[in-house]
């Protein structure tokens, strides 16, 4: 009983703070990596201190900072204290359209990335798709003899000259139901197009292993 009396306090004291500061939180949104001091990370939607504890919102848990920056948002809620946490750090995104003014000189800025590849990643045939649009790129990922065969879009989608940067992760339970898969993960995919851009070769980490990866252009 005196340890519930003592928890009240405390407890109406985050609830009042989160009436006052949610509001203006809720307007002004902005992604960010929450780092623990046990080693693991968590991406946030949102997250502001009250009375020496963080509060976060919409957040999904990662095991690397790399992966929770190329990860999304969940759907969890929490708060900690302040000393188990190293530190916070907001992610100011860049646009994809950006990344490619930023290409090497030598190579052109209509460099042929879009089209229709054949693609084999450690052993597993798929479709990976690239599309220009006015807005930029973007790209989707199909596996058919993996989960429900579903066509994934993929996150993090970047270029500069010749290289190619995207993430495929399942990292909410909506993700979980439509792709089929049976955990969540993050890969993180690196690569190199040839010249010409008909071919694209690199590798793709998971779980802190690495893996090799190629695609092949079928249709532009």
Known sequence: MKR?????????GIFLGMIIIFPVFAINRQDSVIAFADGNFMRSDFSFSVFSRVVYFNSAGY??????????????????KTDQLLYIEFIHESPVEDTALQDDQSVKIDFPYAGKYKLNANGNDGTLNIIKTDKGYYATIQFPNWGKASV???KRLSFKGRRIYFVRSVSTKEELAKTGATSYFTQ?????????????????VLRGAKYQWNAI???R
């Open 188 to 204: 993180e995919y690196y690569g190199e197009f040839s010249t010409d851009g008909t071919l694209v070769s690199g590798q793709y």
């Open 152 to 154: 994934e879009i993929l």
């Open 63 to 80: 095991q690397t900072k790399e992966a929770a920056i190329a990860g999304t948002n969940g759907h969890s809620f929490g708060i900690v």
């Open 217 to 219: 252009r079928i249709k």
């Open 4 to 12: 519930i009396k003592k928890i009240l306090p405390f407890a109406a």
